[in-house]
């Protein structure tokens, strides 16, 4: 009877911590993002110098419609943020490569597909990399932000069709 007891005990146990995991990592995702969201404001400030005249436009609204999405285009901005100089980018590179590991473990335990991402990095984007730096760090910001406010998003895999999102 006891030992019955200790079984059920130990299944509810186990479903309990299975149905709770989820949220829990969507919760470190949401630090992550949080955190990286810092950095940038403090390296825009330390770093980059830009007169608040100059305006860059409303920028690219990626639209997050599911965690592969996600992960694709953090991915893309990753590799945009490689391109030199960048000695003071690598916490946010840092930050990124954990958060993107964090989002490949979720989408593995949920069945999702990832592509095998590898685009190379466009002639424009170095000759000019300061700006090229600057503007892709203000793309970050505003996708991590933006994911913040949708962390529902990551509960399924995708909406579109991933190969969209590599279009130049």
């Known amino acids: 009877m006891q030992s019955s007891l200790i079984f059920c005990f130990l299944i ?3 479903v309990a911590v299975s149905i709770s995991r989820p949220t829990a ?4 995702i949401r630090i992550m993002a949080r955190t990286t969201i810092t950095r940038i404001k403090k390296i825009k400030d330390e770093h980059f110098q830009m007169s608040p005249e100059i305006d ?4 690219i609204d990626t639209p997050i419609d599911g965690l592969t999405s996600v992960f694709v285009h953090l991915s893309y901005l990753q590799l945009r943020l490689r391109v030199p100089p960048a000695q003071h980018l690598q ?5 990124l490569e954990t958060l993107l590991r964090t989002l490949e473990g979720l989408a593995i335990s949920q069945g999702c ?7 190379p ?4 984007e170095t000759a000019f ?3 090229s730096n600057y503007l892709y760090l203000l793309e970050l910001q505003r996708y991590l932000e933006k994911l913040c406010l949708n962390m529902d998003k990551l509960k399924w895999c995708k909406d579109t069709d991933v190969t969209q999102t590599f279009i130049f």
């Open 129 to 131: 990399p300061i700006t």
């Open 12 to 14: 509810t146990a186990l």
């Open 121 to 124: 990095v466009h002639k424009h």
């Open 91 to 95: 916490q946010v590179q840092v930050d």
């Open 56 to 59: 860059f436009g409303p920028g």
């Open 25 to 28: 990592t969507e919760e470190r």
């Open 113 to 119: 597909p990832l592509p095998n991402l590898e685009a």
